[in-house]
C-alpha cells in the first residue's frame, strides 16, 4: 500500500501549527515544501478556507483568535521579520516602538516603524502600520538585537532622556547585549556615545562582582 504524500496546503498548515498561532509568512518561508507557483496557489486555497489570513500583498498569518474579539492582528514585530526574511535582510525596531519595548513608554504606537538593510515598505492592518524604511549603515548600529533598539530609543527620545535610557538599559541587557553595545558605541553620533559606554561600562562593575 503506497504512503499518502500530504497535499502542498497540509504541509504549509502543519508547518503554521508547529510554530504556533500569531505566525506571520511569505511565501518564501515555504519554498521548501514546493515550487512558488504551487505555494502561492496552495496559500490562496488556505486563505479562502479561513485557515491563514492574508494581511496583505505576499504576506499571510496564521492568526490567533480571542473567544470575545475573534481574530487578533498581529505583532508588529512578527509582520517586520516576515518582511525581513523574504529579502534576507535585517529589521532593527526604531523611533517610538524602540522606547516601548525598552518600558519607557506605556502607549504602543499605532505606527511601529524598523529600520532595514533592505527595501522599504509599508503594510496596514486594520488600525495597525508596519513601516519599514531602508537606512544606510551609519543608521543599523547592532541591527536585530536588544543593544541595537537601545541605540534607537536613544536616537528617539534626544540628549534629554539619555539618562533614562541608560538606566533602563543597564537593568535589561544582557552581558552579551552591553558587551555589542560597547563594541558599537564607536559607530553611534559623538553625543550617544558617553550613554552606550555607560551602559558598558555597568555590565563590567556586575561581572567583577
Not at 505576499?58 to 529579502?87: C, I, M, N, W
Not at 499605532?110 to 503594510?123: M, N, W
Request: glycine content about 6%; aromatic content about 4%; charged content about 20%.
Amino acid at each position: 500500500m503506497k504512503a499518502v504524500v500530504a497535499s502542498v496546503p497540509d504541509r504549509i498548515m502543519k508547518r503554521a501549527r508547529a510554530a504556533g498561532r500569531g505566525g506571520v509568512y511569505t511565501p518564501n518561508d515555504f519554498l521548501n515544501v514546493a515550487a512558488r507557483a504551487a505555494v502561492d496557489q496552495a496559500l490562496s486555497r488556505l486563505v479562502k478556507a479561513g485557515k491563514l489570513r492574508r494581511l496583505a500583498r505576499g504576506l499571510y498569518d496564521f492568526p490567533k483568535v480571542h473567544p470575545k474579539l475573534g481574530q487578533l492582528s498581529p505583532a508588529p514585530d512578527d509582520v517586520a521579520h516576515a518582511l525581513a526574511r523574504e529579502t534576507g535582510s535585517l529589521a532593527q525596531i526604531a523611533g517610538a516602538r524602540a522606547a516601548n519595548a525598552l518600558g519607557l513608554t506605556t502607549q504602543v504606537p499605532a505606527k511601529s516603524t524598523y529600520l532595514t538593510d533592505g527595501p522599504s515598505r509599508r503594510v496596514v492592518f486594520g488600525k495597525c502600520v508596519v513601516d519599514l524604511r531602508h537606512a544606510s549603515p551609519k543608521h543599523l548600529i547592532a541591527p536585530g538585537s536588544p543593544a541595537g533598539t537601545v541605540v534607537q530609543a536613544l536616537r528617539h527620545v534626544g540628549p534629554v532622556r539619555a539618562a533614562d535610557i541608560a538606566q533602563v538599559a543597564a537593568r535589561q541587557l544582557s552581558a552579551s547585549d552591553k558587551k555589542t553595545l560597547a563594541s558599537s558605541a564607536v559607530q553611534a553620533p559623538a553625543w550617544m556615545r558617553p550613554t552606550l559606554v555607560l551602559i558598558a561600562s555597568t555590565v563590567t562593575a556586575n561581572v567583577d562582582e
